[in-house]
């Protein structure tokens, strides 16, 4: 549920609004997004409690990465098309992404 709102949310972005419904999308989209992320540090315990300080590094290294990729990709896209809305458009599709990668059958 939180993969796609944050995922309308971006996908909204990506539309360039005025900077007031923009802004407000965002902050939608980030405390969205630290609610999942709360989610995995509570369940790490609980499902593997003899390893939480190695599954603690790895899920923090995994969003470092994402902290580095993300900017870099919305850079990249901006220097290509010379428009930011490229990059909000492509960034939307990484929730879906993560929420199929990660559903059960």
């Given at each position: 549920?939180l993969?796609?709102?944050?995922?309308?949310?971006l996908?909204?972005?990506?539309?360039l609004?005025?900077?007031?419904v923009?802004?407000?999308?965002l902050?939608?989209?980030?405390?969205?997004l630290g609610m999942g992320?709360?989610?995995?540090?509570?369940?790490?315990p609980?499902r593997?409690?003899?390893?939480?300080?190695?599954l603690t590094g790895?899920?923090?290294a995994?969003?470092g990465?994402?902290?580095?990729?993300?900017?870099s990709?919305?850079g990249i896209?901006?220097d290509?098309?010379?428009?930011y809305?490229?990059?909000?458009?492509?960034s939307?599709?990484s929730p879906?992404?993560?929420?199929s990668?990660?559903?059960?059958?």
């Amino acid at each position: 549920m939180l993969l796609a709102g944050a995922s309308l949310c971006l996908g909204a972005v990506g539309w360039l609004p005025a900077v007031h419904v923009a802004l407000s999308l965002l902050i939608a989209v980030m405390a969205m997004l630290g609610m999942g992320n709360g989610a995995v540090f509570q369940m790490v315990p609980q499902r593997f409690p003899q390893s939480v300080g190695i599954l603690t590094g790895i899920v923090g290294a995994a969003g470092g990465i994402g902290g580095f990729l993300l900017p870099s990709l919305l850079g990249i896209v901006k220097d290509r098309t010379g428009f930011y809305s490229g990059g909000n458009a492509s960034s939307e599709g990484s929730p879906p992404a993560a929420a199929s990668s990660t559903a059960r059958a």
